[in-house]
């Protein structure tokens, strides 16, 4: 286990689990191992809606090599790269942490992104978090649908965008409220 970055230095978090309903997705936290994969990921993700920082080879090893308080996240499907995730504000002072999460562009569609955020959610609860952030542009439709569907809430505009919050302890699973085969078609 890697040491947990954040709140109680003695805390320990574990930098990978297995999702126990898809033995074959893995959530890792990102370590210099990954910069290939965060490479892969940011090809692929579209800039469209998704721009909270540059998505090229230079910024995937400085996020790969990152040292901070700040969360940044990778989900492996069978070893392949198909989302991306960050809890970010820490490093400035903020105790509410701003969730991003971006899933490549064939990989959408198929529960990779609430898995993504379930798993975000649990490392915020465990860092102390009591509430989550985004922004999310209001064309970006579907990921309104999975934001609304997991529980946030509309909280004002920022930079035109749509602000969305939600209780960190709110049950963020994936498949709330769905039957097991909608949790895995979002």
């Not at 890697?2 to 959530?27: W, Y």
């Not at 609860?125 to 529980?151: C, D, K, M």
């Not at 509309?154 to 963020?172: F, K, P, Q, S």
């Amino acid at each position: 286990m890697r040491p947990s970055r954040i709140g109680n230095p003695h805390h320990q978090l574990p930098h990978e689990s297995i999702d126990s309903r898809q033995p074959q997705v893995q959530f890792r936290i990102v370590g210099p191992e990954d910069r290939a994969a965060l490479t892969e990921i940011f090809s692929d993700i579209g800039g469209a809606f998704f721009r909270p920082h540059a998505l090229s080879p230079e910024y995937a090893w400085r996020i790969a090599t990152y040292s901070g308080r700040n969360v940044y996240a990778i989900l492996l499907d069978g070893g392949s790269p198909v989302a991306y995730g960050m809890l970010r504000g820490w490093d400035e002072g903020y105790s509410t942490p701003s969730v991003g999460i971006a899933v490549r562009i064939g990989a959408r569609r198929k529960g990779y992104g609430r898995l993504m955020m379930a798993h975000l959610h649990s490392v915020a609860r465990a860092r102390g978090a009591t509430q989550l952030r985004l922004r999310v542009h209001p064309e970006n439709a579907g990921a309104r649908r999975l934001y609304e569907s997991i529980g946030y809430v509309y909280h004002g505009e920022d930079r035109g965008e749509l602000v969305m919050v939600i209780d960190a302890e709110a049950d963020t699973s994936p498949g709330m409220g769905q039957s097991a085969g909608e949790a895995l078609t979002d």
